[in-house]
């Protein structure tokens, strides 16, 4: 058997019983044999024949080497002699028939079975290798991807192995690589130690092979952390009835904001990728503000009746009272000039009766039309006098109230 059948893959048949038996049967007839064959020299011709049969043999067995004597003229003999035996799997060198000579050399390695990684996929292998690296570069030689995990975790089979006797190894960790010396049997922490690299606990290292057949040593580490993300909780809309308002009135009470939910997530990254990631936490951490809308309850009063039209008059004194009705009654006249009305209507539109924004409020005292309306106005509230829309300003605080101008009424602490 040679050193390139040094892995076969675990699939490989074992021997079988009978194969066993002769295996175990035939040592021993052979060493009858010999031992009867051994005694007629030595009877016949003396002490000089023995001599010239005996021989000094170095044995060497999964590396270690013995020097030994034997009366054996084969190499199978030899091993019978000595109690050892061999399988298909296990490599032998010479081959059993091969004869002895004085000073020769026997080289049995014994097969293991140990866990590699061919191209991505983990397969069982014998191998008579002495070391992890010489396991990894004999496959990585057939242009396969090889590679052992070393993790504590693993069958200790292969981790028994040496990583290299004498020579050198890269230790390929956190973005470096470093090549180093090991002297004598060194294992994967000795190949570590001297790169100056220290092992987590949980991270993952292997045993390759660079293109040039140097051992390599690649540590991947495992990091535990977590992470966070947020996402948006929704406001909801809530009516609340205010009798200060009549029926059919709306007026927003307090503004929506939406609030923020957390979610934490357990992560666990092996090198630049990330296998696992478990939610461990979910919670809101900003609670959302309702959105609240007042609406009115208050029934609407009746309409107040149109005044009956004034008797027509001659002259010029009626004429001008004509024209001065007229004139108030098409919007324009002054504003009030003191007083909390006036402070509450420079507050409102600045003291400008006829303001109209476009943003549904008019006037002095910037009137929505539903409750201008309510209060007998018609048309709309910038058309009208100043007199009239201070009347009518006054009629609907009578009813509701300072409230129904809450941030001007505020700053003026009319409540």
């Known amino acids: 058997m040679s050193e390139n059948n040094a892995l076969e893959p675990s699939a490989s048949t074992p021997a079988t019983p009978e194969n066993t038996e002769q295996t175990e049967s035939r040592p021993r007839r052979r060493r009858a044999l010999w031992v009867a064959l051994g005694l007629v020299p030595v009877l016949v011709a003396g002490g000089a024949v023995a001599a010239h049969a005996h021989k000094t043999v170095d044995l060497e067995i999964d590396g270690e080497t013995q020097t030994v004597t034997t009366w054996s003229g084969s190499v199978e003999g030899l091993l019978a002699e000595q109690g050892i035996e061999v399988d298909s799997r296990d490599l032998l060198a010479p081959e059993p028939g091969a004869a002895l000579t004085d000073g020769g050399e026997v080289v049995v390695r014994n097969a293991r079975q140990v866990a590699v990684e061919i191209d991505g996929e983990r397969r069982d292998v014998w191998t008579t290798a002495l070391t992890q690296a010489d396991i990894v570069s004999s496959l990585f030689e057939s242009g396969r991807d090889i590679t052992m995990s070393a993790s504590r975790s693993l069958d200790r089979t292969a981790l028994d192995l040496p990583l290299v006797v004498d020579d050198e190894v890269i230790v390929i960790a956190d973005g470096e690589r470093n090549r180093v010396h090991l002297e004598g049997e060194a294992d994967v922490q000795d190949a570590l130690d001297a790169a100056d690299v220290e092992l987590g606990r949980q991270d993952h290292v292997e045993v390759g092979s660079a293109n040039d057949g140097t051992a390599t040593v690649t540590v991947t580490r495992v ?34 904001r939406p609030g923020e939910r957390t979610l934490t ?145 505020a700053e003026l602490g009319l409540y």
């Open 223 to 256: 990091v535990h952390g977590e992470r966070t993300e947020t996402r948006r909780v929704d406001f909801e809309t809530v009516e609340q009835a205010d009798d200060s308002m009549y029926e059919g009135e709306t007026r927003v009470v307090q503004e929506g």
């Open 265 to 409: 997530y357990a992560t666990v990254r092996v090198g630049d990728e990330l296998v696992t990631s478990r939610r461990v936490s979910n919670e809101v951490t900003t609670d959302p503000v309702n959105r609240i809308v007042a609406y009115g309850t208050a029934e609407r009063p009746a309409p107040e009746p149109e005044p009956a039209p004034a008797p027509s008059s001659s002259g010029s004194g009626s004429s001008s009272s004509s024209s001065s009705s007229s004139s108030e009654s098409s919007g324009g006249g002054s504003a009030p000039s003191s007083g909390v009305w006036a402070a509450l209507a420079q507050c409102e539109s600045g003291g400008d009766p006829t303001t109209n924004t476009g943003n549904g409020y008019y006037g002095l005292y910037q009137f929505s039309l539903p409750t201008w309306q309510s209060v007998g106005g018609t048309g709309l509230p910038s058309e009208a006098s100043a007199s009239e829309q201070t009347m009518r300003a006054q009629i609907l605080q009578q009813r509701a109230g300072w409230g129904q101008w809450p941030a001007c009424a």
